[in-house]
C-alpha cells in the first residue's frame, strides 16, 4: 500500500539531546498526525497540524505542515529515557484516506 | 471507556479457519478505519467506515477480508479461510468525522498457524 517517506529510518541518542525527523510524499495532504507507538500498543496521537505552514508545539515537541502540503517535520528537544520508541507520520489525504509513513525508531541511552 | 477497545487483544488460529475481529470506536465518532500492520512497518489502510457504510474498501487484500459496522458504531472484521500471511496486527481507529484526528486501538494480533 501507498507509505510516506519517512526519514531517518532510526536514530540513537544520548539523554538530553534534540531530535529531528521529517516526512515527505510526492502528493499532498490536507492534514498531518505525528504519532508516537510503544511495543504491544497502538499509536498514541502526539500532534495534528491542519494548514500548510502551521507550526505547532506541545510540550518538548514541535511540528510543521510544510508550505507544499507534502512535508512535515517533528522535533523532539532535551530527548529523556522515555521518548524511546517508534514515531510515524501519517497525512490525510483528499480522500480522507489516513495514510502512514515508514517509521522512525528512536533509542535514548542514559 | 474513553478510547477505541479492540477485542480480542490476541487471537491465535489454525490456517484455513475464520476469525473475527472486533472494534468499539470512541462514543460519537462517526469514522472507523481499519489497518493492518506487519512487523517493522507503519500500519496499512484497509477499510474505512463513515456511519454504517464502507466509505472506502480499497485496501482490503482480497475477497477473503469483509467488514460491517451495521448500527454505525461497533465494527467487526471478518477473514475466511485464513492463512499464514494475514498474521498481522490489526489496528481499529475511529474519529468525529473523517477530516478530524485519528485515534487509535491497542489492536488485535492474529496469528495464522
Known amino acids: 500500500g501507498q507509505q510516506l517517506n519517512q526519514s531517518p529510518q532510526s536514530m540513537f541518542i544520548q539523554e538530553g539531546e534534540d531530535v529531528s525527523m521529517n516526512c515527505t510524499s510526492s502528493?499532498?495532504?490536507?492534514?498531518w498526525l505525528w504519532y508516537k507507538q510503544d511495543p504491544g500498543e497502538g499509536p498514541v496521537l502526539l500532534i495534528a497540524?491542519?494548514?500548510?505552514?502551521e507550526l505547532t508545539s506541545n510540550g518538548r515537541l514541535t511540528a510543521q505542515f510544510g508550505i507544499t502540503r507534502k512535508d512535515s517535520f517533528l522535533n523532539i528537544s532535551a530527548s529523556i529515557p522515555s521518548d524511546v520508541g517508534i514515531y510515524f507520520c501519517a497525512g490525510i489525504n483528499n480522500t480522507d484516506k489516513l495514510i502512514f509513513g515508514t517509521g522512525t525508531r528512536l533509542q535514548v541511552f542514559p | 471507556g474513553a478510547g477505541v477497545s479492540q477485542t480480542p487483544s490476541n487471537k491465535v488460529t489454525e490456517k484455513g479457519k475464520y476469525v473475527e475481529l472486533r472494534c468499539d470506536p470512541i462514543?460519537?465518532?462517526?469514522?472507523l478505519y481499519w489497518y493492518r500492520q506487519s512487523l517493522g512497518q507503519g500500519p496499512e489502510f484497509l477499510i474505512y467506515?463513515?456511519?454504517?457504510?464502507?466509505?472506502?474498501d480499497s485496501g482490503l487484500p482480497n475477497d477473503r477480508f469483509f467488514a460491517v459496522r451495521p448500527e454505525g458504531s461497533v465494527s467487526t472484521l471478518k477473514i475466511q479461510r485464513t492463512e499464514r500471511g494475514d498474521s498481522a496486527v490489526y489496528l481499529c481507529?475511529?474519529?468525529?468525522?473523517?477530516?478530524?484526528?485519528?485515534?487509535f486501538g491497542p489492536g488485535t494480533r492474529l496469528t495464522v498457524l
Open positions: 462514543s460519537g465518532h462517526t469514522a
Open positions: 467506515f463513515q456511519g454504517t457504510g464502507a466509505a472506502d
Open positions: 502528493s499532498i495532504f490536507n492534514t
Open positions: 497540524l491542519y494548514k500548510a505552514g
Open positions: 481507529a475511529s474519529s468525529r468525522d473523517p477530516r478530524d484526528s485519528k485515534f
